[in-house]
């Protein structure tokens, strides 16, 4: 599924690939409605019919992904709400040992993210994340998100990456066919980003459930 003799680096998504993405549903479909409710003293379930539209009308923006954007659009501070469940924050299965094993074989790690900044420093602090890679970026820096195409020329220059020598791992459908439209000819899908919900698919895209189907060495253990 990975030639890993033709990798040289790897970019790795974040939310839903490399950590739990039950944090990031439970907290939008079930934390932040119950809250919002609340706080503006509304029917929970008309809280959360009011923040599902207005939260998909923005999908696939930059926007979509912004703390900045949702506080003030919706009059409350998501970064604080966000803190209320931080103990769902957690890697996904074989993170670590995965992430350690690429770096010993001497590959560049480097993790590209929509996640706004506050979200981004809030998941560092709960998991020891950052000093298993080489390099972190949030694409809020970028001004677009990895959905948009010209993203990835905007990285390059950087980041420097070779088209043909490096492996783009992520969850979203929508970002892996943005990234193969740029050029990139090794792709992989997180089939299963939600350990609360049962594995997607991916058409179009080999994909994995876990990283020890893909594992670049000897046997995990």
């Known amino acids: 599924m990975v030639n890993w ?3 040289k680096t790897v970019l790795l998504d974040m939310d839903g690939t490399l950590l739990d993405l039950h944090f990031d549903s439970h907290f939008w479909l079930v934390h932040l409605p119950r809250r919002y409710a609340e706080i503006h003293g509304m029917e929970p379930v008309s809280a959360r019919e009011d923040i599902m539209r207005l939260i998909g009308a923005e999908k696939g923006t930059l926007n979509w992904y912004c703390l900045d954007h949702w506080s003030q659009r919706l009059d409350v501070d998501i970064r604080k709400l966000k ?3 931080r103990e769902r924050i957690a890697f996904r299965p074989h993170v670590p040992a995965f992430l350690k094993q690429l770096r010993a074989q001497g590959r560049r790690l480097v993790i590209v993210t929509n996640a706004h900044h506050g979200s981004l420093s809030l998941k560092l ?6 000093p ?3 390099r972190i970026y949030s694409t809020h820096s970028f001004g677009k998100p990895k959905e948009d195409p010209s993203f990835w020329a905007d990285l390059q220059k950087i980041e420097p990456f070779g088209l043909s020598d490096t492996l783009l791992i992520d969850d979203s459908l929508p970002v892996l066919d943005s990234a193969r439209r740029f050029g990139l000819e090794h792709l992989l899908a997180v089939l299963a980003p939600d350990s609360k919900e049962s594995p997607r698919t991916a058409p179009g895209f080999p994909g994995v459930q876990h990283f020890d189907e893909v594992w670049p060495g000897e046997a995990l253990r």
């Open 5 to 7: 003799a033709q990798i």
């Open 83 to 85: 803190e209320e469940v």
């Open 125 to 130: 602090e709960s998991v020891d994340l950052e």
């Open 132 to 134: 298993l890679v080489d």
